[in-house]
């Protein structure tokens, strides 16, 4: 008999829920016309995208119209610092910090590359980013300033409202990543002064390939992938759409278990964290402790490896993550925990759990019933660990 699969790495996908599929099935059977052509077969279902795009405008405090649905959460992000940077020529200075997702960061360093300048700010050493900080690095000639709402692997929370009130007392764009904070954290754009921020449908349950990037009434732009006249000339592209009918059905879905959601999966994520420092000795809890998502957990255990763990974790059924499923691969230590400051050790053995609505105290049970005996026997042989440990 198979073992079951505990799946602990929501931060890099969820699953699609199952009201999600149900709602975009009918657009990949029967509905299958382009929204954009003239007969009614197709035309009729630019209703169906316009509904989708109110559902997620309800989700973060938006108008509908303030919505452009895109690829993915690295589409939107490329096409918010790429706008900028258009539509503010003499701009030739971006601001950003030292923690964010690859998407942006690999974007800011090809930027350099073409002779932009780019200040990457520090984080505090629980991975907070502060307003003031963000503020003294603001330039006369700086375009945008782009600082995550989340982390995706600690899961850190920032201040955003104040960081984005720092910004716009300069006069200077603002944008935010809240890839990770869609669906898990309250958004209310409408009071909260962000000029543009990005999400991404596959961490809230639907399904990967759609994304939005949404754009605040009277903010300059230019698009990033040009074409027809989708989107009000905003993204050229034919509209995907049963994954914009699931993004929008995902979103209405987060909205109305949000609270829920929060309540019980805190508990189990709070009964995880328990555990493991309860029953493995060296362990280090990663990030401001109360100032994070919700779902999110991330432990470093001293003088072992996390890529040896999560092999042994995902022998025994368990998947997690030692930080972004996009730079995975890399045997860098995290980038995000090196800017927290954390010893190089430390970064290397650090291991991210991120639940979902979907997650049981069966998993959490699993977790803690495998984890010692693995923590064990990798520092049974490793040469950097203690004798004391080994008792």
């Known amino acids: ?11 890099a996908t969820t699953s699609v829920a199952p009201e999600v599929l149900e709602a975009m099935l009918p657009y990949l059977r029967d509905a299958y016309g382009n929204p954009s052509s003239m007969h009614d077969f197709g ?20 108008h509908p119209d303030e919505i452009i649905f895109t690829s993915c959460g690295t589409e939107s992000d490329n096409t918010a610092i790429a706008s900028a940077l258009e539509t503010q020529p003499t701009k030739r200075h971006l601001v950003t910090t030292k923690v964010e997702h690859p998407a942006l960061i690999s974007q800011m360093n090809f930027l ?18 502060e307003p003031e900080t963000v503020r003294a690095a603001i330039r006369p000639d700086t375009a945008i300033v782009s600082v995550m709402w989340a982390n995706n692997e600690t899961g850190v929370i920032n201040p955003i409202a104040e960081i984005a009130a720092a910004v716009k007392e300069k006069g200077v764009l603002f944008h935010t990543d809240a890839v990770q904070a869609v669906g898990k954290e309250p958004i209310d754009l409408s009071v909260t002064p962000v000029d543009m921020l990005s999400l991404s449908g596959h961490k809230l349950h639907a399904p990967k390939g759609i994304g939005a990037l949404f754009l605040r009434r009277g903010t300059p732009f230019r698009p990033y992938i040009m074409g027809g006249h989708q989107e009000n000339g905003r993204r050229g592209g034919t509209y995907a759409v049963p994954n914009i009918v699931a993004l929008g059905a995902a979103a209405e879905l987060a909205g ?11 508990a189990l994520r709070d009964r995880l964290e328990a555990g493991l420092l309860e029953r493995i000795p060296a362990v280090h ?13 991330a432990v470093s255990f001293e003088f072992i490896e996390g890529e040896a763990i999560l092999l042994l974790l995902s022998e025994n059924g368990v998947c997690a993550s030692s930080g972004s499923a996009c730079s995975s691969g890399s045997l860098e230590p995290s980038h995000v925990l090196r800017a927290m400051g954390l010893p190089f050790e430390l970064c290397h053995a650090s291991i991210r759990f991120s639940f979902s609505r979907y997650n049981t105290d069966a998993d959490v049970d699993r977790v803690l019933e495998v984890t010692p005996g693995i923590i064990r026997e990798l520092r049974r042989i490793s040469p950097f660990t203690p004798p004391e440990l080994l008792r």
């Not at 008999?1 to 931060?11: E, H, K, Q």
């Open 1 to 11: 008999m198979s073992m079951p699969l505990v799946y602990l790495d929501n931060n």
């Open 43 to 62: 035309g009729h279902l630019s209703k169906v995208v316009d509904h989708a795009r109110g559902q997620l405008a309800a989700l973060i405090g938006a």
């Open 112 to 129: 350099q590359k073409k002779g932009y300048e780019v200040t990457f700010v520090e984080v505090r050493p629980d991975g907070i980013c």
């Open 256 to 266: 109305a278990h949000m609270a829920e959601e929060r309540r019980r999966v805190t």
């Open 285 to 297: 809890r990663l990030g401001n402790p109360e100032l994070r998502l919700f779902n999110t957990t």
